[in-house]
């Protein structure tokens, strides 16, 4: 699952290179990690299958707060997260909010279906790939967590576990966008694409 | 993450044994699982060797330290630092003479305290001389 070269060059390169990727983007693991949306980029749009096989993509959630996971069944520290994410589904979903898992384990559904099915996982997961990893900055470190605004960008991100109150804090700041000022938003970024 | 130092050259006759040490080390804040972790969904440390041309009598591994981290509720079972994992084997009656390179692999698992990488599996070489 993941790539070779990842591996061989461990943890310090894959983070340097993830934590590259989120000053990039205007994102960092700090408590306080929502970063003014000047500062956003647009989350990469990708396609993964779901428990259910169906083709889930990034895109699909335009319009809601998305907290996209990268987790593994082997990880500790995810493992401690899941619950938190499990409430946060149940609570905001009806203000526009989904969390979406990524699974990283490389032998798939076999183990990951039993393990989010003993959790009482509510919200969806997908299957990760090399793809995806690549496309958010290698993600060899797990947990990894990317908050994505109504607009469809990145507006922080975790690397390793922080606190409940962090993710907390986050939400309640990207959760406070009103949705009909991040429609009109969506909408004008459409129209500009139209009209380029 | 974890290194291995290629464990010293040995020399056994047809049906002797030998014991061979593998010095083990990980960086500092850094722990793998061991060969028994506390938890199922945890993966464990596992050294095996090809099957031939000896016959793979026991790997003994040290005694683990049982650690507690913020993200599981009871201690688990770890290694860090620098370990050695002990192989005993033995030389069949009719094991070709001569000299060879035994393949071993050291599968393991490392994390901190917040974060994991993925399991990772570490080539391991031993020569040796059949006489």
């Known amino acids: 699952m993941f790539p070779a070269f990842r591996r061989a060059l461990g943890l310090h390169a894959a983070a340097l290179s993830l934590m590259l990727w989120a000053c990039s983007t205007g994102s960092s693991s700090a408590p306080n990690s929502v970063k003014p949306e000047a500062q956003r980029r ?155 | 993450m974890l290194s291995a130092a290629p464990p010293g050259r040995i020399t056994l006759a047809r049906g002797g044994q030998a014991e061979v040490k593998l010095d083990v080390r990980l960086r500092p804040g850094y722990h793998v699982n061991s060969h028994t972790p506390a938890e199922d969904y945890l993966i464990p440390l596992r050294l095996t060797w090809e099957p031939k041309p000896f016959q793979i009598l026991e790997v003994s591994y040290p005694r683990p330290a049982l650690e507690k981290y913020p993200f599981a509720d009871k201690p688990l079972s770890v290694f860090s630092g620098a370990f050695a994992i002990l192989t005993r084997l033995k030389a069949p009656e009719n094991a070709p003479r001569g000299p060879g390179v035994l393949l071993g692999k050291l599968r393991y698992q490392a994390c901190t305290e917040k974060l994991c990488l993925p399991p990772k599996t570490l080539e391991v070489r031993l020569s040796y001389e059949i006489r």
């Open chain 1, 42 to 196: 647009r989350a990469p749009d990708f396609a993964l299958r779901d428990a259910d096989g169906k083709l889930v993509r990034l895109s699909d959630y335009r319009g809601k707060v998305v907290l996209l996971n990268f987790w593994a069944t082997w990880c500790g520290p995810c493992k401690l997260e899941i619950p938190w994410f499990i409430e946060f589904e149940r609570q905001h979903k009806d203000k526009g909010f989904a969390v979406l898992g990524v699974s990283m384990d490389e032998d798939g559904w076999e183990v990951v279906k039993p393990f989010i099915r003993r959790l009482g996982v509510n919200y969806r997961v997908l299957m990760g790939d090399d793809e995806v990893a690549r496309l958010y900055g290698g993600v060899d470190a797990l947990p990894t967590s990317f908050l994505i605004d109504r607009q469809g960008r990145v507006a922080g991100v975790h690397v390793g576990l922080v606190s409940r109150r962090s993710y907390e804090r986050d939400l309640a700041q990207l959760l406070g966008d009103s949705p009909d000022g991040a429609r009109r938003a969506v909408d004008s970024d459409d129209a500009v694409t139209r009209a380029r």
